[in-house]
C-alpha cells in the first residue's frame, strides 16, 4: 500500500508491477534504436571513412516527447493491469491487545521482570509511534470481552493516552474469537496482536495460503520452548461460621501449584476491620504447606473470629519466589460474610428486631404483611425467602418459605392444636436442616403438632407427632416448624440458634459464612443502595437497570456495599481460572482464514475504469498526432528519430 | 535481346561509328583496321618501281608525269580487331541500385560491342564478377552479347584480379581492352587490375561510371551508418554541410589521381555519369578519348 496526496492506493495484483522495469527498458531500448542513425549501403566507404570528422552519429540519447506519451500510456495499461485501487481515505490498522490475567505473567528469565503486559504494551507504543500521522488506530482488548477504547478511530497521541490507561483484567481472554471478530472488519489494513499465546503452526499449505495475512503478531512470550513460567495461586476460597453466633468460623482456601516440581508456600489470613480511623489490616494465622508441582492442596483456617467485616488472604511461595511465582495477581484473595442479597421477608406480627432476627448477620430482614398482596408471594419478589410467624398465606408462595408454627387448621399444611410437651423421638440427621443438631436435647414445652403432605417428609418426630416437616415442591423448598422458633438468642440457645441457621442456609441455598462474587461480574443490588466501595477507598459506579441498581466490580477485593447510614454490607470479590494462573502451559491460537475483499474490488474497479479511460483518451491523441491533424515537436536536438 | 536503352535511332548512330586504337596491330584476318602487314589495304603506304606484274591501276601517274618513269603505290593490309570489354560487375557497381551505375556500364559496353561487331572486328565481355562470354563475331553476336549481360548476377566473392587474367589470357591477338568500372578503390587495387592488360600489351581505355549518390552521398541525411557494399564495413557518419563539401573534395582528387594514374600508364580515360543519356556518352564522351570515331 502506498499512501499517495492523502489517499492510499493498494494493488490487486502487484506483482503485475514487477513488470514496469520491464517495459521502461524495452521502451528505451526502441526508442535508442530508432534513434539510431540509418544504415545505408554505398558502393565504396574508401573516401567515406577518410572523412575527417567521422563522428559518432549515436548521440546522447534524449528521449523526444512521444517517448514519455508512450511511456504514460503503458504506464497507465500496467496499473490497471496490477489492479490499482484506492482504499479508505487514510491508514487504518486495529492493535489487540491480550490483558488477561495471565499476561501478568512476570518474566525474569529474558526480560529482567517485566511482565507479558508491560512488555506488550511497550510495543503498543512503538507501533503508534512509528505511524504515520494520517493512519486510523483502532485500540481493543480481550477482557473481560473483546472492547474497543476511546471514542471513534484514535490518532497517534489519543492511542497512546488510551495505552496509557489499559489494565490487566481480572478475567479470560477468548482470543480467537477475537481473531476472527477483527479479521471479518475487512477495513483494517493490518492488525496487530500483542498476546501471550503462541501462533500454532500449520503442516497444511493450502490452510496457510487462506489465512489472513494482516495480521501481525510481536513476540510477547518468549519462544524458548525450555523457558517455564512456574506459579503458585489461589484458586478459591469459602468459608462458614461454625459458632450458633457467627462469631466465628472457618475459612478454607485451596493453593495450586503449576510448577515443575514441587513449592513451599504460605498462606497468610488477615481480618479487615474498620474503625473511626480507617481500615486496619490483622494479621491473624498462616499456615504452610508443600505443594507437588500440578496438585491443589486445601489449607483450612480454624476458629477464625468473625468479628471483622472482611478477611483477605495472601500466598506466597517460602523461597525462590522470581521462579515459583510467575503471577503476582492470583496471591490475594478475600472472603467476607455479608450476604447482601439474602434477604428475607418475615410476615409476622413482631418485627425482626423482636424476634432476634437482627442478630443473624449474615441475612437481612424485613417486616413484611399480607397486605402486599400477590406480589410478596411471587417469585419475582427481591426476597430470597420469606419467613411466616404464626400465619399463613391463602395459597403456597412461589419462593421458599419457612412456616413457623402455623395456626391449626390453616389450609396449607395442616396444624393440630398445641399440644404439651413432648420428647423428640425420631430425626433425619442427614437432612441439612437437622445438621450439627442434639436433637434429644430438645425440650418442646408446647407444639402443634404437623401433618405430612405428599411432597413433604418428617423431619423431626415426637411422641405426638412430627415436630418439623420439609420438602421441595416446584422446585422451591418449604419448611414448616411446629413449635415456637424464636426469638433468635444465639449463643444463648444454641439449638434453636443452629437449627434457625440451618433453615435460612436450606432455604436460602446461601453461603450464611458468605460467599464470593467473581470479579468483573455485575452484582445486583437492593433498592436504597447509596454507594458500593473497595474498601481501599475506590467507589465503584452504580449501574441503572430499569428501576433495578448494579454494579460492576472489576477486581478482586472488598467492597462495601452502603444503603441507608446504618444499613452496611460487605463482600467479596475473587478471579479464580486455572487456565490464567497455570503459566506453565502455553495456549496457542490460529490465524483466522482470509476475508472476502468485496469493498476493496469495488473501489478497484472504479480507478480500473479510470485508467482505461485515460488509456483510451492517449491512443485517441495518438492517432490524431498519426494522422497529423495535430503536431507534437518530433525532436530536441538535430537527432533524426526513425 | 538488349536492353530498352538500344532504339534504332540509336544502333544507326552506333553504326557510324569505329573503335579506334591508338597502336596498329596484328589481327586474324582482314579487317577494317590497318594492321602491321603491308600489302593490299586501301591506305597509302609509299611507293616501287613498276614490276611486271603489277596491277597497272596502281601506277602513281602523277609521279610519272614528273619523272617519266613507272611507280606503283604500295598499301598497308587492313586486319580484324579483338576488343576485350572488360566489366566491373562487383557489388559497387550495384549500389545503390537506383543510381543504375551497372546498367549504364552494362550499355556502354554492350554499345562498344556493337561498334565493334559492326566492323567486323571480334569482341569479348568480361563482367568480372559475374560472367564471360566467348569472341564473338558478326553483328548478329550482338544479341548473344546482350542477353548474356542482361542476366549477369554478381557474385558475393569475386576476385577482380583473377578475373581479369583470365580474360586477358582468352585475348589470343592483341587488341583493345576497354574496362568500365567506377573505380572506386585504391590505385594499388587498380595497378592490379590494369596489370594483366598491359601485360598483353592492349590498348586500354578505362572508362570510369559514378552513380548520383558516388558524387553526393546520403542526399538529405544528416547522420548515417554508411555500409561498404563489398567488405560490409560500417562507418557512421554526420553529413552536415562541411562534410560533404570535404567529400566533393576528396572525390575530386581520388579522380585526379587516377587520371594521372592513367595517363603514367597510357591508358585512356573517360568518366561516365549513369544518369547521362547512353548516346551523350557514346557519340561525345568516349570519341574525346579516341576510343570511338
Known sequence: MISIFGSTLGFMSPGVLWLFPLLLGGLFYVYRRKGRAPRVAVASVMLLRALKRSVVARQKFVPPLRFFFELLLLSLLLLAAAGLFRKGAENHIAILIDNSLSMGTLDFATRQGDSFFKTALDDARRTVRYLSSSTLIDLYVTSPQLRRLGEGNLGSSAALAELDAIELAYAADNLQSALQTLSNDSHYESIEVLTDHLLRGSSDAAVDAQKDARFRFPLVRPKNKDLAFQNVAISSVSGRATSADQGAGVIRAAVSAFVLKEADVTLTLEGLRTDSNGWKTLPLDQKKARIRGGDTVTLQFEHVPFSYQGFKLRLQPDRDAATLDAIKEDNEAWFALGTSHTSLAVISDFPPQKLGLDKIRTAKFRQASLAEGAALLSEQSNDAALIFHRTVPSRLPDKSTLFILPPSGNGLFPAAPLVPSSSVTRWSSAHPIISYLNLPGLQLKSFSPLTLLPWTEELVSTTNGAAIIAGEYHGKRYAVIGFELFPYEGKNTPLLSILTLNLLKWLTDAGVGGDSIDANSVVPLDAGVREVRYVNGEELPLIKRGTATAVNVPRPGLVQIQGSSTDTSFRSINFSNGTESNSLQVNTFMIPARPPKAEETNESQGLVHLLCTGVFFLLLADLLILLRLVRLPTRLTGVRNG | ?293
Open chain 2, 1 to 293: 535481346m538488349l536492353p530498352s536503352s538500344f532504339t534504332p535511332q540509336l544502333l544507326s548512330q552506333l553504326e557510324m561509328l569505329k573503335v579506334q586504337t591508338r597502336r596498329r596491330f596484328l589481327g586474324s584476318r582482314q579487317g577494317g583496321h590497318l594492321s602491321l602487314k603491308r600489302g593490299h589495304g586501301i591506305e597509302f603506304s609509299d611507293f616501287r618501281q613498276y614490276e611486271l606484274g603489277d596491277n597497272p591501276r596502281h601506277i602513281d601517274w602523277a609521279v610519272y608525269a614528273r619523272s617519266e618513269r613507272l611507280y606503283v603505290k604500295r598499301f598497308q593490309e587492313e586486319q580484324n580487331l579483338s576488343v576485350l570489354v572488360l566489366l566491373d560487375a562487383s557489388a559497387s557497381m550495384f549500389t545503390p541500385a537506383e543510381d543504375k551505375k551497372w546498367e549504364m556500364a552494362r550499355d556502354i559496353s554492350l554499345a562498344l560491342s556493337y561498334i565493334t561487331l559492326m566492323e567486323q572486328d571480334s569482341v569479348a565481355i568480361a563482367a568480372l564478377g559475374a560472367m564471360s562470354t566467348p569472341v564473338c563475331t558478326g553483328p548478329k553476336a550482338i544479341h548473344h552479347l546482350g542477353r548474356s549481360l542482361l542476366d549477369a548476377k554478381p557474385r558475393e566473392q569475386a576476385d577482380l584480379q583473377r578475373e581479369v587474367q583470365a580474360a586477358a589470357a582468352r585475348m589470343r591477338f592483341p587488341g583493345a581492352a576497354i574496362f568500365i568500372s567506377d573505380f572506386l578503390m585504391p590505385l594499388d587495387v587498380i595497378e592490379q587490375l590494369f596489370r594483366p592488360l598491359r601485360a598483353k600489351n592492349l590498348d586500354l581505355t578505362a572508362i570510369q561510371v559514378l552513380g548520383v549518390s558516388d558524387i553526393n552521398p546520403l542526399p538529405g541525411a544528416t547522420s548515417a551508418v554508411v555500409v561498404d557494399s563489398e567488405s560490409g564495413e560500417e562507418v557512421e557518419l554526420v553529413m552536415d554541410e562541411e562534410v560533404r563539401q570535404e567529400y566533393g573534395s576528396m572525390l575530386v582528387e581520388h579522380n585526379e589521381k587516377l587520371k594521372q594514374f592513367l595517363a603514367q600508364r597510357r591508358i585512356s580515360y573517360a568518366l561516365a555519369m549513369a544518369n547521362d543519356e547512353l548516346a551523350d556518352i557514346i557519340m561525345k564522351v568516349l570519341p574525346s578519348t579516341g576510343l570511338v570515331a
